[in-house]
C-alpha cells in the first residue's frame, strides 16, 4: 500500500489559562542604614524561557526588583536584587513544536518589612498564548478515474518566533542642576507595526519617569520630572515578509542595566539610552488548496477524514483611556496626611466580552500606596480600581482574543484624608482571532490498479487542457472506440468533461 500526503501546516492560537504565583526576594541593607522612606520599587521578569511537550509548559526564569529609598540621614540609595522561579502549564493541546507567548507578564512587589533586610513579596500574573502548528494533509490529484472538488481557503503557517532586541535614544531636559540620577522607569507602547521583507517597523510612544537628586542653596532635593516621546524604529527579523501578521510583545529591559545615561556639561540634559526587547510571533498568510470532496470506484482509494478547527488573525487594535475612581480608607485606620508615593501598579484584564457588538474589557489596576497618616508616622495600603472599558470597536463575531494592558501614567491624590482619588492612563493592544473549521483529509492510502476485465462501461473525467490524444493514452484505448459514444467530445478539453468509455 502506497500512502500519498502532502502536508501543510495552519496556526492555531489559544489563550491558557493565567498563572499565578509569588516569590519572596529579601534585599540585604547596610547595616549602617535607618530605611526611612522607600520611594519606589520597580518589579519585572528577566531571562525568561519555555520548554513545551508533553502537555505542558515549564516557564522558568527570573524575578527582579529595583528599589529607591532614603535613609534617616536623607542619602538615597538604589539596590537591586533578583530571584529565580519556574512554574509549570498544564494543558493538553502543548507539544515540543508549540511556541508559547508571555504577554501580560506582570508583577507587583510588596514590601512585607524593612528592618535592615527589604522582604518584597513578588505577586506574578501570566497570561500565555499558545501557538500550535496542526499538519493537514492534501493530496496530488493525478490519479485515473476520480473527481476531485477544491476549493482554496486562507489559512496561516508560523513563520518564525521572534526574540530580538533594539536601541532607543531620549534626552530629557530640566532647568535643575542634576547632581545625581536616582531611580529611572520608562514603559513602551506601540501604536502601529508594519511588516516588510526581513524587518519591520514599529511606532509608539515611549513614556518615562526621572527621579534626580539637585541642589538649591546648598541643599539636597528629590525631584521627579516624566515625559513622552514619539519613537519610530526599524526591527531586523530575517524570516519576516511584508504579508505577515505579527503579535509582539515590547519591554524595556531592566534586568541588566541596559538603560544607560549620560549628562551634558551642564547636567540639565539627561540623554538616556534604552534597550527595547522583543518577544512575539510572525504568523505568514499563505492561500492553501484543500479538498472538499472525492468520488471514486469502490476499494480504489481509501480516505479519512476529519474535521479540525483553526483561528485566523482578523484584526489588530490600539486603545488608549483614562480610569478614574476613589478608595475609602476602613474605619479602623488612621486618616491619611501625604501621599509618600504610590509603587508596583499593575493592570490586569480580567474578563472580556461582546455587548451590541462593540468589545468590552473589564479588569484592574492596583497598586501599594506609601503615605503619612495624620500622626506622621508612614504607613503602607494595597489599593485596587476596577474598570471597564467599552473599546468601541465594532465586530460581528468574536472568538478569540488576547489582549496586552500597561499603564502609562498616574495620578493620586487626598480627599478629606480619608479618600483617595485616583487616576490612571492605560494602553491596550488587543488582538483579535476568528475560528473556522475545514473537512480535511487525514489520510489516503491508494490501492491497487484498477481492474478493467470485469468492467462494461466506465466514465472517465477530462482533464484541464487535456486532448482526445492524451485521454486516449491515459486509458489505453483508441480514438475511434472513443468517438463511437462521446460525438460532441472537442478536441482540446476545459476539464471535468465526462467520457465514457466502452471495453
Not at 77 to 100: A, G, L, P
Not at 301 to 321: A, G, P
Request: charged fraction near 25%.
Amino acid at each position: 500500500m502506497e500512502e500519498n500526503l502532502d502536508l501543510i501546516k495552519i496556526t492555531y492560537a489559544k489563550n491558557l489559562n493565567k498563572l499565578n504565583f509569588s516569590s519572596l526576594i529579601s534585599v540585604p541593607i547596610n547595616s549602617n542604614v535607618n530605611v526611612k522612606t522607600v520611594l519606589n520599587v520597580d518589579s519585572y521578569i528577566f531571562d525568561e524561557k519555555v520548554e513545551c511537550g508533553n502537555g505542558k509548559a515549564i516557564i522558568t526564569g527570573k524575578l527582579g526588583v529595583k528599589v529607591l529609598y532614603i535613609d534617616t540621614d536623607n542619602i538615597t540609595n538604589i539596590v537591586t536584587d533578583n530571584e529565580s522561579f519556574s512554574e509549570t502549564f498544564v494543558d493538553e493541546s502543548i507539544t515540543s513544536d508549540c511556541f508559547i507567548n508571555i504577554s501580560n507578564a506582570s508583577v507587583v512587589g510588596n514590601i512585607l518589612s524593612s528592618d535592615k533586610t527589604l522582604k518584597i513579596n513578588c505577586d506574578v500574573n501570566l497570561s500565555p498564548t499558545l501557538y500550535m502548528n496542526l499538519a493537514l494533509n492534501t493530496n496530488n490529484t493525478s490519479f485515473e478515474n476520480l473527481i476531485v472538488k477544491k476549493s482554496e481557503i486562507s489559512t496561516n503557517t508560523i513563520a518564525c518566533n521572534v526574540d530580538t532586541a533594539f536601541e532607543y535614544s531620549t534626552n530629557i531636559e530640566t532647568k535643575d542642576n542634576v547632581t545625581k540620577i536616582l531611580c529611572y522607569d520608562a514603559y513602551f507602547t506601540p501604536t502601529s507595526l508594519s511588516s516588510y521583507d526581513e524587518y519591520a517597523v514599529v511606532e509608539g510612544k515611549l513614556y518615562s519617569k526621572l527621579v534626580y537628586e539637585s541642589t538649591n542653596d546648598d541643599e539636597s532635593v528629590i525631584k521627579e520630572i516624566c515625559d513622552t516621546f514619539n519613537l519610530k524604529s526599524e526591527i531586523n527579523i530575517p524570516n519576516i515578509t511584508k504579508d505577515c501578521l505579527t503579535d509582539f510583545n515590547f519591554s524595556i529591559d531592566k534586568s541588566k542595566e541596559n538603560i544607560t545615561t549620560e549628562m551634558e556639561d551642564n547636567n540639565n540634559v539627561i540623554t538616556i539610552t534604552h534597550n527595547i526587547k522583543v518577544n512575539g510571533v510572525c504568523i505568514k498568510t499563505i492561500s492553501v488548496d484543500m479538498i472538499d470532496d472525492m468520488y471514486s470506484v469502490d476499494n480504489e482509494i481509501d480516505i479519512s477524514m476529519s474535521k479540525r478547527d483553526y483561528t485566523k488573525n482578523m484584526q489588530t487594535e490600539f486603545v488608549s483611556d483614562n480610569i478614574s475612581g476613589e478608595i475609602t480608607i476602613d474605619d479602623s485606620e488612621t486618616a491619611i496626611d501625604e501621599i509618600i508615593s504610590n509603587l508596583n501598579i499593575n493592570a490586569e484584564i480580567t474578563n472580556q466580552y461582546l455587548k451590541d457588538n462593540c468589545l468590552y474589557i473589564e479588569g484592574i489596576i492596583s497598586s501599594h500606596i506609601i503615605y503619612l497618616d495624620e500622626n506622621k508616622e508612614i504607613k503602607h495600603k494595597p489599593v485596587e480600581l476596577p474598570f471597564i472599558i467599552n473599546t468601541k470597536i465594532k465586530l460581528e463575531q468574536l472568538d478569540c482574543i488576547h489582549s496586552c494592558i500597561s499603564v502609562i501614567d498616574n495620578k493620586i491624590k487626598v480627599k478629606r484624608g480619608t479618600i483617595i482619588e485616583l487616576e490612571y492612563y492605560i494602553s491596550i493592544m488587543i488582538n483579535i482571532y476568528q475560528k473556522d473549521s475545514k473537512e480535511i483529509i487525514d489520510n489516503m492510502v491508494i490501492g491497487k490498479p484498477l481492474d478493467f476485465s470485469n468492467v462494461d462501461y466506465q466514465i472517465f473525467i477530462a482533464k484541464p487542457n487535456e486532448t482526445v490524444w492524451d485521454l486516449c493514452k491515459r486509458v489505453k484505448i483508441s480514438p475511434d472506440d472513443i468517438s463511437k459514444y462521446n460525438k460532441d467530445l472537442p478536441l482540446i478539453m476545459e476539464g471535468s468533461e465526462k467520457v465514457i468509455i466502452k471495453r
